[in-house]
C-alpha cells in the first residue's frame, strides 16, 4: 500500500517570500501527482495535475516538479491569498491524500 | 461550468445507513471519461477518497471502506449517490462529491461544497 507523506507539516513564511512543499511516496506513482490548495470552510481546489501542470485559472506563481517519488510544489511569492492547507494527492493506483502541509504566515 | 451539490440528512444514528446525493449540473454524467467519486474529511484532519463509480455503472472503492460503501448513479437526473452502512462516530465527516478527470490528466478537477454529516443518538 502507497504511503503519502508531506513534509513539513506546517510552513512559516513572510508575504512575498517562497514557499517550498514537499509530498513523498512510499512506491514510484510515476507522474500520476496532484496538488490541491484548501482554505478553511472551503473544499479543496485542484491547483496542480500530471505533477507539474497548472489546473485552468491557476496562476503562474504555483509551479509543480517531480516524478517517481519525489514532488514538489513551489509557490514563487506568497500573497496573502495563498496561505492555507495544501494536499498532495496520487491517482496511480486508487487516489490517496497525503497529510497536508499548513503555509501560515511568519 | 460544472457544479456539484451535495444533499442528504446532516444527522444520523450510530449502526444507521448514512445516505447522501451529489447533483451534477453544467455537464452530463453520461458524457463519459470522468470518474464520480465521493471524498470526506473528518473534523480537522486530511481528505479520505471513499470511492468513484463510472457513469456505466462500473464503481471503485477505497478497500478500507468496500464492505460498508455502495456508490449509484442516476443518469436521468444527473446524480450519483453515496451510501455507508453500520455508520459509527468515526463516520462523522465533512463530505464531498468531486469529479475525477484522472482519463484526462488527472485530479479531481471539480467539487461540491461538502455536506457535514454528524453521526450522533
Known amino acids: 500500500e502507497i504511503v503519502m507523506t508531506q513534509s513539513p507539516a506546517t510552513l512559516s513564511v513572510s508575504p512575498g517570500e517562497r514557499a517550498t512543499l514537499s509530498c513523498r511516496a512510499s512506491q514510484s506513482v510515476s507522474s500520476n501527482l496532484a496538488w490541491y490548495q484548501q482554505k478553511p470552510g472551503q473544499a479543496p481546489r485542484l491547483l496542480i495535475y500530471g505533477a507539474s501542470t497548472r489546473a485552468t485559472g491557476i496562476p503562474a506563481r504555483f509551479s509543480g516538479s517531480g516524478s517517481g517519488t519525489e514532488f514538489t510544489l513551489t509557490i514563487s511569492s506568497l500573497q496573502s491569498e495563498d496561505f492555507a492547507v495544501y494536499y498532495c494527492?496520487?491517482?496511480?493506483?486508487?487516489?490517496?491524500f497525503g497529510g497536508g502541509t499548513k503555509v501560515e504566515i511568519k | 461550468q460544472v457544479q456539484l451539490q451535495e444533499s442528504g440528512p446532516g444527522l444520523v444514528k450510530p449502526s444507521q445507513t448514512l445516505s447522501l446525493t451529489c447533483t451534477v449540473s453544467g455537464g452530463s454524467i453520461s458524457s463519459g471519461g470522468y470518474y464520480w467519486s465521493w471524498i470526506r474529511q473528518h473534523p480537522g484532519k486530511g481528505l479520505e477518497w471513499i470511492g468513484y463509480?463510472?457513469?456505466?455503472?462500473?464503481?471503485?472503492?477505497n478497500p478500507s471502506l468496500k464492505s460498508r460503501v455502495t456508490i449509484s448513479v442516476d443518469t436521468s437526473k444527473n446524480q450519483f449517490s453515496l451510501k455507508l452502512s453500520s455508520v459509527t462516530a468515526a463516520d462523522t465527516a465533512v463530505y464531498y462529491c468531486a469529479r475525477d478527470a484522472s482519463q484526462f490528466g488527472g485530479g479531481f478537477d471539480y467539487w461540491g461544497q461538502g455536506t457535514l454529516v454528524t453521526v450522533s443518538s
Open positions: 463509480i463510472y457513469y456505466s455503472g462500473s464503481t471503485y472503492y
Open positions: 494527492q496520487q491517482y496511480n493506483n486508487w487516489p490517496l
